[in-house]
């Protein structure tokens, strides 16, 4: 009797698991297949994006031999394309390539280059302070002290990684443009810096005894 019973309960589950089926069936198969789909367009989107990025470091590189060989205006347009074409960590590279290629010919063309870099809040903190900073040096010796304070005071400020740069080219900038005040104060923020690196603390000091000795070189 209880085989009956048992055969009675198996025949229910089965008739219950058809109805299920039948009501749900296609839904179930429509999932496996957007599941198979999905992987199947994230593998492929995998291999695009290293086919993307095997193409990018290629011309990278091609684009570093032309500067290396002294061709700056070929290597800038390499790199002006890298930065317009390739995945979004080449293109910043190459971005801030291009400038320092722009600025061996053309160095108005290289500061404007570095400052949008710098104007760029999509980079984060840390490259838009490095492109400041490589237009800082591009201009220490004609700028007027006030165009150096918009780009590097912000940079100075502590906690930023280049801040170190940015006070030095700051104290020069003052010095060159006879604002011995200002030369000073930035002297002092490099001296009282525990993490000034010892060439930046070794110039500062330099600058500081020119400074003593009335401005003069």
Known sequence: MADIFHEVDEEVRR??????????????????VLIVAGIGGWRG???????QAAAAGAAYESALSLSEAGKHAEAETAFAKIAA???AGYRTLARLRAAAELAQTKRPDAVKAYDEIAADTSLGTTLQDLAAVRAGMLMVD??????????????????HTFRHSARELLALSAWRNH????????????ATDGETPPGTRARADVLSALIAAGGKS
């Open 142 to 159: 004609s700028a007027p002290l006030s165009d150096m304070r918009r780009r590097l005071d912000p940079v100075a400020e502590p906690g």
């Open 45 to 51: 989107y995998e291999y695009w994006q290293a086919k």
């Open 85 to 87: 074409e390739a995945p």
């Open 15 to 32: 008739e219950r698991l058809q109805k299920l089926w039948d009501r749900y069936s296609i839904y179930i198969i429509a999932l496996a």
């Open 179 to 190: 604002d011995f005040t200002a030369a000073r104060r930035y002297i002092d923020m490099i």
